[in-house]
């Protein structure tokens, strides 16, 4: 059987990083109360230079050094984001074109904070069909630049950042790769989460607005649904898994959910207090981290789970 197995993972965040306290001199906040609501205690805002997209290919740089693999080894890479640098093209081709991997597909996923799901999902299914040997697929984001830092509460949740892995199709029966995944959206919520602004309606770029106490409730009823559905269709049961790298956006969903599976606090791998939440970033970034510091290694099973704006949502069991 032909599964995508996990050759490498990086990461990469901007220069600038901003904690609650420096926040407080911006807007009407206090570092007491982001770090009781959130768990968030600082996150890396992008600068002069830095954008989705320069963040992108850095951090698919870190995951090709690490999978000792070279630009033109990939035929494929994906880039999940909702703060592209231009309408088009997709930052995925600049990606590429900055690895020296021309001619191989490149396009970007457009699911918000689920999008590195979706992602892994479609790199997943074009590897095991055969278009191509090896993927990049990358989470990256500005959200700083879609914030209206007017708005206390939205503006003290996000961060900027990126993450990457690098997958390959592989036939070695090892019970390695990914071993299921599900995906699912629900358009009925855009309100709750949405940005007032696009090339086709206002033709401006817009900002994030969010109703964040109706989100939360979403989030934790539909992500603890879709970790079961994996973990059905897989055979595996929740005391199974190692360690369960969730969406970074609030300390308290995380925990909600992990009660939810029965899981203990110990088995979830967060992030969010440093980078808080960095959208389409937030799962590989964690991902990366935990495995560069040794909590996550070969072999361990790992369950990664996002959800976001539209809703879309969906989780990945992936043995590494
Ligand atoms: N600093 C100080 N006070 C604040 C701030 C702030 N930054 N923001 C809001 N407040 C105030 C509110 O004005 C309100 O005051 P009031 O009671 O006088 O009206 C009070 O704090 C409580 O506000 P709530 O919105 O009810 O606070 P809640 O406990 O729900 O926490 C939060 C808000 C943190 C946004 C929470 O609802 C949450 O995390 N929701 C999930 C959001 C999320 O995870 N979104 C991302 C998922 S999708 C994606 O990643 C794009």
């Not at 926040?23 to 906040?29: K, M, S």
Request: net charge negative; aromatic share 4%; with cysteine.
């Amino acid at each position: 059987m032909i599964r995508s197995v996990l050759l490498g993972t990086g990461s990469a965040l901007p220069r600038n990083c901003v904690t609650n306290s420096e926040l407080e001199e911006r807007v009407d906040t206090s570092d007491a109360w982001i770090q009781e609501r959130t768990g968030i205690r600082q996150r890396y805002l992008a600068g002069e230079g830095e954008t989705t997209g320069t963040l992108a290919i850095d951090a698919a740089k870190a995951a090709l050094e690490v999978a000792g693999l070279k630009g033109e080894d990939i035929g494929l890479i994906i880039v999940a984001t909702a703060t592209p640098d231009q309408t088009f093209p997709a930052v995925a081709t600049s990606v590429q074109h900055a690895l020296g991997a021309n001619g191989g597909i490149a396009f970007d996923v457009q699911a918000v904070c689920s999008g590195f799901l979706y992602a892994l999902t479609t790199a997943d299914s074009l590897l095991r069909t055969g278009a191509a040997k090896r993927a990049l697929v990358i989470g990256a984001e500005t959200f700083s630049r879609i914030l209206d830092w007017e708005d206390r509460t939205t503006c003290v949740l996000f961060g900027d950042g990126a993450g990457a892995v690098v997958l390959e199709a592989s036939e070695a029966d090892d019970a390695r790769g990914i071993l299921g995944s599900k995906l699912h959206a629900d358009g009925q919520h855009q309100e709750l989460l949405y940005v007032d602004g696009g090339p086709s309606t206002t033709g401006t770029v817009g900002k994030l607005r969010m109703k964040g106490r109706e989100v939360f409730r979403h989030a934790v009823v539909n992500l603890a649904d879709v970790l079961n559905e994996v973990l059905d269709e897989a055979g595996v049961s929740s005391s199974q898994i190692d360690w369960i790298v969730p969406h970074q956006a609030n300390r308290r969903i995380l925990d909600a959910t992990a009660k939810k599976l029965g899981l203990p606090s110990e088995k979830v791998v967060v992030t969010v207090d440093k980078h808080a939440n960095t959208s389409a970033a937030s799962v590989p970034l964690a991902l990366d981290t935990a495995i560069k510091d040794g909590r996550i290694k070969k072999g361990d099973l790992v369950m990664l789970e996002a959800m976001g704006g539209g809703f879309a949502w969906g989780a990945s069991l992936i043995r590494i």
